[in-house]
């Protein structure tokens, strides 16, 4: 069994054709070059290197071993270098959560770029309502997640740090047909109409009674849902009004004749969330360094 250090002196002089050429690459003396030589060749029992006026040339055995020699070194640096690259490789499991649709969060990309900057670490998705998903950080069950609040607002807890990725507006929805009802309506009137309200734990509760609260007044609940899907299919169904995201919003008046209210508009914040007291950890500033890299390169 012959070391790297042995194999390699004999690459090398194959390579340069001289025992002194040799010696400057790797560092060595002529000597010790040529022990090392003399040895490899007395434990194979093959003479590897003749003799010539322009130096030393491989001998038929000296070419027939070569190229093992040369892949055998090949095969020793790539794992050194994968195990170098271990000890940065990012590893464990990355507990996510998720809310509203995946392609509005751009759930896909952010993945994809994380598994390609870290394909030792696994994530886990856990979907919920915004406040849940918040909670669920708090307490450590989640790594991380996305959160809606109004711009500059954050989670209001003190011990969740959170960054902004984008901001958007949630209009007023109703059922194809309620123009009239909503024409020129304001918030006391909008109330009186028929809400499909969500849990306290929603984003669309905080926001509609951020608004209404102030004034005093409550919606007109008819029916809860803690979705959007389903939220969306009892505004089509007449059940009454909800709120919607801006691009779903139009997206529903074009293709389905839902009603808009004009002039009515919250504006929201989607922001990726973790606990201060984790900040520093290498998965969440990873997480971090991704996911705005995604909203930065996709953003219009």
Known sequence: MQDLQTLRAFVTVAREGSVSRAAERLHLTQPAVSLKLKQFQA?????????????????????????????ALAAMAAFEQNARA??????????????????????????RRLVERAPQLETELHHGMSGTV???VRRGELDV????APPGEGPGVAEIAHCELTHFDYHVIA?????????????????????????????HHRLLHGVLDPLGIVPNGVA??????????????????SLARDALA????????????EGVRLPCALSFVWRRDRGEEAVITEALEVLTGVWGALAP
Do not use: N, Y
């Open 43 to 71: 434990g194979l029992g093959l003479t590897l290197f003749q003799r010539r006026p322009q130096g030393l040339e491989l001998s038929a055995d000296g070419r027939a071993l070569l190229p093992a020699a040369e892949k």
């Open 86 to 111: 271990l000890h940065s490789t990012l590893r464990g499991r990355l507990k996510i959560g998720t809310i509203v649709d995946p392609e509005f969060i751009r759930l896909g990309a952010f993945l």
């Open 134 to 136: 918040l909670e669920w």
């Open 145 to 148: 997640g996305f959160f809606l």
């Open 175 to 203: 059922p194809a047909g309620w123009g009239s009802r909503l024409a020129g309506a304001d918030w006391p009137r909008l109330a009186t109409l028929p809400w499909i309200t969500t849990p306290e734990e929603s984003a």
């Open 224 to 241: 809860q849902v803690d979705q959007e899907a389903c939220m969306l299919d009892l505004v089509r169904a007449g059940v009454g009004l």
């Open 250 to 261: 139009m997206a529903e008046r074009q293709e389905r004749g839902l009603v808009v209210a």
